[in-house]
């Protein structure tokens, strides 16, 4: 199998999945069901909960179980949720204040800004009952995964995680009256790490927790993972300085003008481009190292490095 | 023990729990730390935990068990960030517009609205983090306990408990341009069933979870906490009519000058005191039945309907 293959496969079953784990009337109100589906049924590559399935896939060569994926999926799309809710919030005028996304409008444009907090409000929650509950049928014994892979995606989504990396992007972009610090490379490092890397590896580490992996494999995937979501990053900023609208389907340049630290900013694009390199590089030693070369994970980092939107 | 001592006991030791769990540098960034601090230890009754407490404490009872409050205390705060988090979200210009509450400025007239909208969704992550984390050295053979919680938290926040009734509460208000609806007596009802309903019925849910409840224990604890639940809201309501800002620390009256649907706008002031008697009064029979009259709940009822704000 390509790793197209593996990708174009498993992004389907991914968009199932989350169609099938989103809330739907009667048990809920159908406009917070509309709202939320606009927003994570738009599409999107799927970056995350794919780090999910293709870790717990490889964690699963190691130690082969049964129905791996039905097991790792609910932690696939907790992170998809979790990461969906973080556009919706970032996009509203409080924050980013854009008004496209995978070149739509954005949620807060369609049904104001109430509606769009309380859809990524609620995102949030479906993420931690989803795990919580999915499969329906799960062994008890699995019940210590589940409870673990919660930690990990719930301390990578709050004030330890994403939300604290968000914090530190609204300071250093002078949105904090009477709080803005400037960042320096180390600075711009650390507010990645939280900001976009620690959803990035707890999406990968959540696959390998699901998959049973002990405690120096998920290590290795977590250093693997923080690794790629630097790339991950670096190339963002790349592209955002290089791209356009129609092909980001946001609104490019946005950063710059804005004021926000990049890594082009800092370190101008070639060095951005090397840095970007280097943690591809570190990221497949890692799996080398760890015994994790076999599964799709370094076709993703690749994709991930190369990708130009 | 009288049920003050029993309240002010169990409410010092949550106080100290809250401070205990916050998240605080340098794991998370300073500011993040601050905004959430200022919000979660602005006291208030602290209802829900005590729920939680309180309940774990009587259906311990029929299972006599060591360190019970322990294993329900981080459930308690767990329902206390998630509350809070609605607090914070609630007052936004973009949904209530509240400047004032527990007598200082809210969150976001003090950093914005962005931090606001951060530091409440820092909060949700951290409710489910904490009951997934802590105590640290819990038994494995808890873990179904804990995920239990968490799934009976997550989907009383989620679309189908409290953010669904926020939506249906814009709705009503008028908030969502083309989506205005109109609430009879039923549509109150449900509306106030989610969005404070549900978090009450999970904040008693989960102590009986974490206490080791059988089904039959947990649906009269969950019957319990649904009347008891909506008692608290109609006297919400009434005090709000009732109200003056410097009894409530917040500004009243708000919801008939916003066209909120409250029980005394469709039910009047006296109508409105019978339904919150006879939810009262269908709670304690609930407790009776299900030999569960010996501890706390019905006295913690009784505060609540006869509260004054």
């Known amino acids: 199998m390509l790793l197209t293959e593996f990708i174009d496969g498993a992004r389907a079953r991914v968009e199932a999945a989350l169609e099938a784990y989103l809330p739907k009337p009667p048990s809920c109100p159908p406009l917070v069901s509309e709202a939320v589906r606009y927003s994570v049924m738009a599409g999107g590559k799927r970056l995350r909960p794919l780090l999910t399935l293709a870790t717990a896939d490889v964690v699963g060569r190691l130690t082969p179980q049964d129905n791996l994926e039905r097991l790792a999926m609910p932690a696939a799309c907790a992170v998809e949720f979790i990461h969906t809710y973080s556009l919706i919030h970032d996009d509203l005028p409080a924050m980013d204040d854009d008004t496209l996304r995978r070149g739509r409008p954005t949620l807060h444009v369609v049904y104001g800004d109430g509606i769009a907090i309380l859809a990524g409000d609620a995102l949030q929650a479906e993420a931690f009952a989803v795990v919580a509950r999915e499969p329906a049928d799960v062994e008890t014994g699995l019940s210590a995964r589940k409870l673990s892979a919660i930690l990990t995606i719930a301390e990578a989504a709050g004030a330890r995680g994403m939300v604290g990396g968000q914090v530190i992007d609204l300071q250093a972009a002078g949105q904090v009256p009477g709080h803005t610090t400037a960042l320096d490379a180390e600075g711009l490092r650390g507010m990645h790490l939280r900001k976009t890397g ?112």
């Open 198 to 309: 620690a959803l990035i590896r707890a999406s990968a580490a959540s696959g390998a927790i699901m998959a049973g992996a002990d405690a120096s494999v998920l290590a290795a995937v977590e250093r693997w993972a923080t690794d790629v979501g630097l790339a991950f990053q670096i190339v963002d900023d790349i592209l955002d300085v290089e791209g356009n609208a129609v092909e980001l389907g946001k609104t490019a340049g946005k950063d710059a003008a804005g004021r926000k630290p990049t890594y082009p900013a800092i370190f101008g694009l070639e060095r951005s481009r090397a840095l970007a390199t280097e943690c591809r590089e570190r990221a497949r030693a890692t799996l080398d190292d760890a015994g994790l070369a076999d599964g799709w994970l370094d076709g993703i980092a690749d994709w991930v490095v190369a990708r130009r939107r």
